[in-house]
Each structure stands twice: as structure tokens, then as C-alpha cells.
């Protein structure tokens, strides 16, 4: 099933007036999330095919598997397979090595990220140093704060964050399926904050 196309990209306002992403960016952030710099793909069928996501399921956390690589380039890398047309890929958020989030797909609809799951989750890419594909304390943080305050706006708990490996055995995020605890203690502090923003929220 697809949006129909109207013919105009969806723009910044436009796509903050969607009920499914009403509040903004003041509103976001007195609910826990961290600053997120929304720059929506165009609509094409190699990064953005505008698929509805009837239900959010889950959240899957992945890597970029490029080393230094900044959220800003991975997401113009998005953009760009509408010409390149080089391969489907996608994720609705890149988080950055200084913190910076950036959005690239509205959370109603697809992304081609997670494989199978698509049709129901929520990917966020981090980006990392180096090749052992740890996050930094930057970008550990912006994730953490944004992956819980997303389990807060779709009732999800940390049961439903996911890694791309627990879909396809996929070795991604790679330094949280080689090391099991890392990934634990991700999912502990995600827990922790989103108690945080619950609090935050006067619920
Ligand atoms: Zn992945």
C-alpha cells in the first residue's frame, strides 16, 4: 500500500503538523528526546518509498559500518540513491559522533533498514570512531535519550529495542552483538531514561 503522491515533496512544516509527529521540536524536547535536526528525504523509491507503518513495533539499533563517517554525509548518502539508484537503504534516524540527530524518514512510514521488520520498526543509525564499531560517549547518549523517548511515544518497552542482528544475524551494530554486556547496559540505560521522560512527562 503507498501515499498517494500529490506531486510535492512533503515539507518541514507540513510533516510537523502530521498528527503522528504533532508537538515539534520544544514540545520533543520537554519530553526527554534530544535536539533533532528533521531533513526529510525526497520521496523516491530507493530510500524513501513513502510505505505506511500501520503499528511501530520495535526500534532496531544499527551501525554505519563506516568509520568517522558524520550523520549529515550518511543521510546525503540516502538521499543520493535516488540517482545513484545504487541500492535500497535507509534508516529514519542517523545519530552523529557530537550528539547530532538527524531525521530522514517520518516514523510513519518505511525505511529500509531492518530486513523483514521493516514493515513495523523504527531504525536509528549511529555513527563511531572506528572500526570496532563502538559509539562514543556522544553518540551513546544521543541514542540512548532517543530510542527511550521513542519507546515513550509508542508505548513500547525495552523488550521491543532490537539489534539488526536479532532480525538476520546481521553482525550490526557489530561492538554490541560482539559484546553482549555493552548491549545489556545499552538496554538498562534506555530502561533508566525512559523512566526519566515519563517522569518528564507527567505520566
Ligand atoms: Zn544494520
Avoid at 521540536?25 to 500501520?54: C, F, H, K, M
Avoid at 558524520?70 to 534508516?91: G, M, P, W
Avoid at 525505511?111 to 531504525?123: E, H, P
Amino acid at each position: 500500500m503507498r501515499i498517494e503522491q500529490s506531486g510535492l515533496e512533503i515539507d518541514q512544516q507540513s510533516w510537523s503538523q502530521q498528527s503522528s509527529e504533532g508537538g515539534g521540536q520544544e514540545q520533543w524536547q520537554a519530553e526527554g528526546a534530544p535536539y533533532i535536526d528533521v531533513e526529510l528525504l525526497t520521496p523516491n523509491s530507493y530510500s524513501r518509498p513513502q510505505i505506511p507503518i500501520e503499528q511501530v513495533n520495535y526500534i532496531a539499533i544499527h551501525y554505519t559500518a563506516n568509520p568517522g563517517s558524520t550523520a549529515i554525509s550518511n543521510r546525503n548518502y540516502f538521499e543520493n540513491l535516488a540517482t545513484t539508484q545504487d541500492n535500497k537503504v535507509s534508516s529514519h534516524f542517523v545519530v552523529g559522533l557530537d550528539g547530532e540527530v538527524v531525521q530522514c524518514i517520518p516514523t510513519s512510514e518505511m525505511s529500509y533498514a531492518t530486513n523483514a521488520r521493516n514493515v513495523d520498526t523504527i531504525s536509528i543509525e549511529c555513527c563511531h570512531p572506528d572500526e570496532t564499531g563502538q559509539f562514543n560517549d556522544a553518540t551513546y547518549s544521543s541514542a540512548v535519550k532517543l530510542t527511550a523517548w521513542l519507546c515513550t511515544r509508542f508505548g513500547l518497552d525495552t523488550d521491543q529495542v532490537i539489534r539488526h542482528y536479532d532480525v538476520t544475524g546481521k553482525d550490526c551494530p557489530k561492538y554490541y552483538v560482539e559484546n553482549p554486556d555493552a548491549w545489556f547496559r545499552m538496554k538498562s540505560d534506555i530502561a533508566a531514561q525512559i523512566q526519566t521522560d515519563y517522569e518528564l512527562q507527567g505520566k
